[in-house]
């Protein structure tokens, strides 16, 4: 046990304009922002998504963990995950009280006994916090509490869905050239906003001939484009059925693809086997799943990427366990992330921390206030395409409260 407790968890939300849409155009994106803090006034930031149900996840993990020591982060997250938080029933309750001293029975039911879905997603926010909390109160970097750094910084991957023009390939040799020069060596398209204007039916989950030549067209221009040597990756977004995720995993194959992610629903995993076994393109998979689910993919032989989330695994921890299990596979990971900036910060230092990764996603170049609503005052957020890392204890960022005051959801206070 420490000797400090945790005070208060709180989240807000902030709204703002997002530059890019998947596709193109324009429109808006919000953040969820966590705070923890102890009673001794240390305190950790954590992001979260604004999926339905996480702001009253965190509210009711708040309640619960007030009291406790922050230390104890995983057991926190276990005890969210797998259920066992109260309001106990009366039967659970006197199960508690007809124990043996000492004898502490783990109750398997509670308002939370979901592995999946908002439970997850809130206590991720949480356990970030929790983690940047710790490091500071420790005076050490996250990173080394997930077990030291391999590397000094964490090569970013850019995610550019597509022109708004789809049907000049101009615009496509345009975009991937842009990216690259913004220091960008590692690009990602999405197949199903690569020719959405050859789609002839949004629910079948097929890929009509004509759809599927204009989408190896357009990649081709991009990889034509940027040459030999960027990696390129592309992104099926869970929507085929398995005999046009092959066929078009076969004819995308001539352009050296670093991977192919989510060519099916995410509960065909037999189809990601077959994909993985027939073509010669990597399968990439797992942005929405858990530690069990991934250990469930690794061992059909699902992915041979694992492409887990800091805000949908659970947690940095639980990401960092991911990492652990693909690479005894020797399976590389390579990171998720939609987050803003505080989301891509946490991922670097799981990144730091984990001997086969390859790369976290960001989206955001283009909406600028996602890449500043935290400060850091020794380091740039990106860097020559990479999150560099510093000394700095726990996440090494503190909020920007200027520009977070700005994009606040309106009637919300800041801390
Ligand atoms: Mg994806």
């Known amino acids: 046990m420490s000797d400090i407790a945790i005070a208060d968890v709180s989240v807000v939300r902030l709204n703002g304009p997002r530059a890019h849409l998947p596709g193109g155009g324009a429109g808006e994106i919000s953040k969820l922002i966590v705070r923890v803090e102890a009673d001794d006034g240390t305190y950790g ?9 996480v702001t009253e996840a965190i509210e009711y993990i708040g309640t619960v963990l007030e009291g406790r020591d922050p230390m104890a982060v ?11 938080l109260p309001p106990h029933t009366k039967q659970q309750q006197q199960l508690v009280a007809d124990s043996p001293e000492g004898f502490q029975p783990v109750t398997a039911t509670s308002p939370t006994a979901t592995p999946y879905g908002p439970a997850v ?3 991720a926010g949480v356990e970030m916090a929790l983690c940047d909390l710790v490091g500071k109160a420790l ?7 997930l077990g030291g750094q391999y590397r000094d910084e964490a090569r970013i991957y850019l995610d550019r869905s597509a022109p708004d023009v789809k049907d000049d390939l101009d615009a496509w040799r345009e975009m991937a050239r842009e990216s690259v020069a913004e220091d960008f060596d590692f690009l990602k398209f999405d197949i199903d906003y690569t020719a959405p204007d050859h789609t002839d039916d949004p629910w079948n989950r097929s890929l009509s001939s004509a ?4 989408i190896v067209e357009r990649i081709g221009a991009v990889r034509d484009e940027i040459g030999p040597d960027i990696e390129l990756a592309v992104d099926c977004h869970w929507q085929y059925n398995e005999g046009d995720a092959l066929r078009l995993a076969r004819d995308l194959s001539e352009f050296d693809l670093m991977w192919f992610e989510d060519p099916a629903p995410v509960t065909d995993p037999e189809t990601y086997v077959r994909v993985s076994e027939e073509t010669d393109v990597p399968v990439c998979a797992g942005e929405m799943l858990t530690p069990d ?8 032989g699902a992915c041979d990427i694992v492409h887990p989330d800091v805000l949908f695994t659970g947690g940095l921890h639980a990401t960092h366990r991911i990492a652990e299990l693909a690479e005894m596979h020797r399976v590389p990971m390579a990171m998720h992330g939609n987050g803003g900036c505080l989301a891509t910060i946490a991922a670097a230092h799981v990144a ?8 976290i996603e960001y989206h955001h170049v283009e909406t600028e206030w996602l890449a500043e609503y935290v400060e850091r005052t020794d380091a740039p957020l990106f860097e020559n395409g990479a999150v560099p890392l510093t ?3 726990g996440l090494g960022v503190e909020l920007n409260e200027s520009v977070c005051e700005q994009y606040l959801e309106s009637g919300e206070t800041l801390f």
């Open 211 to 214: 759809q599927r030549h204009r």
């Open 74 to 84: 995983r057991p926190h997250v276990s005890e969210v995950v797998f259920g066992t």
């Open 352 to 359: 730091a921390a984990s001997r086969n990764f390859l790369g």
């Open 139 to 145: 005076g050490t970097p996250v990173y080394n509490l």
């Open 391 to 393: 000394d700095a204890p």
């Open 121 to 123: 997603w809130g206590i």
């Open 45 to 53: 930031l954590g992001e979260a998504e604004d999926f339905f149900g």
């Open 293 to 300: 689910q991934f250990r469930q993919y690794l061992e059909m």
